[in-house]
């Protein structure tokens, strides 16, 4: 079955640390991978894709993501957090059925 | 601002009670999505239509209906509401249907009572 896995419900880091938010899916083929971050109060706002290539993506706010297709991963990464990082960050997949599947969502909480 | 306007922003009823949603996409995007965000579920996906049709339908009930007009807004209508209902409706579109990326609006957080 077609699934998506973001293992860490809650994950807690201090300000100028570095991130790992972790994303696992099920599927037979390569999908399209998202990062969705989530303020409180307000929509999702997309922090990069993966649709093919390079397997290191960059985008928004000094993210990056890395897929895996050995592991069926795309880990969420930032060298630095900033207390304004701190949301709710989503994977999202599309195993191509017109729609994206969401993970469960990490809460990332940031410590002075 | 990221150019997907829903209405209303916040939503207080009785249940039992039918309620409409509204979304209005991005300029230039023909899809719409509807998305159920809930403390117990997640974001579930609730149904998606391309430039007045339906493409894809997930986890939505049978009292929840939606529409996208020609003008390509969109209606999410709830009726015979229940407490488990209350949630966060977030309506999100895209160019095109399939994959690609979807941009959010805000939200239209929904409270039976």
């Known amino acids: 079955a077609q699934s998506v896995t973001q293992p860490d419900i809650h994950i807690t880091v201090s300000e100028g640390a570095s991130l790992e938010l972790r994303c696992n899916y099920s599927y037979g083929a390569t999908p399209y991978l998202f990062w969705y971050v989530q303020s409180p109060g307000q929509g999702l706002q997309l922090l990069l894709k993966y649709f093919s290539g390079d397997t290191l993506v960059q985008g928004i706010k000094g993210f990056e993501a890395e897929f895996k297709r050995s592991q069926s991963s795309f880990n969420l990464r930032k060298p630095s957090v900033h207390w304004s990082d701190a949301a709710e960050y989503f994977c999202?997949?599309?195993?191509?059925?017109?729609?994206?599947?969401f993970g469960t969502g990490t809460r990332l909480t940031i410590i002075p | 601002d990221s150019g997907v306007t829903q209405t209303p922003k916040h939503l207080i009823t009785a249940t039992g009670q039918r309620v409409t949603l509204r979304c209005s996409p991005r300029?230039?995007?023909?899809?719409v999505y509807w998305y159920q965000q809930s403390l117990d579920q997640g974001l579930q996906f609730l149904i998606q239509y391309y430039n007045g049709e339906e493409r894809a339908k997930g986890n939505i009930l049978e009292r929840f209906s939606a529409q996208q007009f020609p003008d390509l807004h969109s209606e999410l209508n709830l009726s015979s509401l229940e407490l488990g209902d209350s949630a966060l409706y977030f309506c999100a579109s895209s160019p095109i249907s399939g994959a690609n990326v979807l941009t959010f609006g805000a939200g239209s957080r929904l409270t039976v009572l």
């Open positions: 999202a997949v599309d195993f191509g059925n017109e729609k994206l599947t």
């Open positions: 300029s230039g995007d023909l899809s």
